[in-house]
């Protein structure tokens, strides 16, 4: 069965600093891996898709992450934290039976 | 408009009652879901449903049921509500493709007391 890891539960980052978001799967083949955010009182919105097309995927607001599979990997990035970007985020992963499998999320807060 | 449209928004109900909350979509998706959120363990997938003659468990469906009324609307009941169903209740769906992302409505929170 697969499954997803966020390390982390809260995530703190100041203004302007560097947002990591760690996600980790288990899969004995390469799977389908998407991030979604959630704001509050909001349903989740997805930030980007890895499907094997390219390891660096960039999606919306900034956000990017990079497929390593030998790390079983696929962390979430920004170069820079805006305070729009306090959310909760959320990793997932598909494979052929057509279902998401979700981390239990990880909240981060941007610190002015 | 929202393409996928949960009612209601906020429900309280007591031990022992019956609700449904329902689900409505505009964006033509084959696959609908049922989902449940809990602080600190994620979203849980309580049923899924691939077309309309096509329903399947999924991993936490005792105490729920659901109905695919059209290929637009999938709703979801508590037979009899209990407080550990207490929860965030998401709705979405997707096409028909392994790398298909979901689209969401916007939740239902119930609470039952």
């Known amino acids: 069965a697969q499954s997803v890891t966020q390390l982390g539960s809260h995530v703190s980052v100041s203004e302007g600093a560097l947002v990591l978001l760690r996600c980790n799967y288990s899969s004995s083949v390469p799977p389908y891996l998407f991030w979604y955010v959630q704001y509050p009182n909001q349903g989740l919105q997805l930030l980007l898709k890895?499907?094997?097309?390219?390891?660096l995927v960039k999606g919306i607001n900034g956000f990017e992450a990079e497929f390593k599979k030998s790390e079983t990997s696929f962390h979430l990035t920004k170069p820079s934290a805006h305070m729009s970007d306090a959310a909760e985020y959320f990793c997932?992963?598909?494979?052929?039976?057509?279902?998401?499998?979700f981390g239990k999320g990880t909240l981060l807060t941007v610190n002015p | 408009d929202a393409d996928v449209t949960q009612t209601p928004r906020n429900r309280i109900t007591k031990t022992g009652k019956r609700i449904m909350l329902e689900c409505s979509q505009t964006k033509g998706h084959d696959r609908m879901y049922w989902y449940r959120q809990d602080p600190g363990l994620g979203l849980r997938l309580i049923y899924y449903s691939f077309d309309v003659k096509d329903i399947n468990k999924g991993e936490i469906s005792d105490g729920y049921s659901v109905s695919r009324q059209a290929q637009a609307k999938f709703s979801l009941s508590l037979e009899s509500a209990i407080p550990n169903q207490t929860a965030l209740y998401f709705c979405?769906?997707?096409?028909?493709?392994?790398?298909?992302?979901?689209?969401f409505g916007n939740g239902t929170r119930l609470t039952v007391t």
């Open positions: 890895y499907t094997s097309a390219a390891t």
């Open positions: 997932a992963v598909s494979r052929s039976n057509y279902k998401l499998t």
């Open positions: 979405a769906t997707s096409e028909d493709r392994v790398d298909s992302p979901l689209h």
